[in-house]
């Protein structure tokens, strides 16, 4: 019964706006994606930058307190 009501729905937004809005849409849709999966990336690689400093910085403390 969803799967119907989003079919009709759907239906009636492709001929009330047309299918190339609908193309547009989901263009930039993808785009979208992308963009928030590459933000996803640059934040993962950030906190392995940052994780990578602290194990530096207790690396060199412990190092420092054993001489």
């Known amino acids: ?3 119907t009501s989003i079919a009709v729905a759907l239906a009636l ?3 009330g706006c047309g299918v190339e809005t ?3 849409a989901a263009t930039a849709a ?3 994606k ?3 999966e ?5 934040v993962q690689k ?3 930058q940052v994780g990578q400093a602290v194990e530096q910085m207790q690396q060199r403390t412990q190092q420092a307190e054993e001489k």
């Open 13 to 15: 937004i492709l001929a």
């Open 30 to 32: 993808v785009a979208k």
């Open 1 to 3: 019964m969803i799967r």
């Open 46 to 48: 950030a906190q392995e």
């Open 38 to 42: 590459a933000g996803r990336n640059t």
């Open 34 to 36: 992308k963009e928030v």
């Open 22 to 24: 609908a193309s547009t």
